[in-house]
Nanobody, 127 residues
């Protein structure tokens, strides 16, 4: 059974850091594109960062470029999102999602392209 579990969210002060983890079970991440998305209250879900199945390509929303880093550990079947210099506007529920792909070097960040989603983890940045 395919399962995706996010962890690592919490409460942090402005300027602080968090590392989110997305652990996959029941399948291997090889052959899947992976993305991190977030949804704040009253807002649409948006793409934060995505990585190709090969790990060779990454994509970032303009609002997080230079502050967030996505990475993939094939041995642990886990994807991470390192978030530094957090701002109040980063407050949201963060979701990990995967999509089976045939193109190993494409990092698409449109949430409509993703098939399997985790339950989300809350990130709150206090000012």
């Amino acid at each position: 059974q395919l399962q995706i579990v996010e962890s690592g969210g919490g409460l942090v002060q402005t300027g602080g850091s968090l590392r989110l983890s997305c652990a996959a079970s029941g399948f291997t991440l090889d052959g899947y594109g992976i993305g991190w998305f977030r949804q704040a209250p009253g807002k649409e879900r948006e793409g934060v960062s995505c990585i190709s199945s090969s790990g060779s390509r990454t994509n970032y929303a303009d609002s997080v470029k230079g502050r967030f880093t996505i990475s993939k550990d094939n041995a642990k079947n886990t994807v991470y999102l390192q978030m530094n210099s957090l701002k109040a506007e980063d407050t949201a529920v963060y979701y990990c999602a995967v999509r089976p792909v045939l193109e190993p070097h494409v990092a698409a960040c449109d949430p409509r392209a993703y098939d399997y989603w985790g339950q989300g983890t809350q990130v709150t940045v206090s000012s």
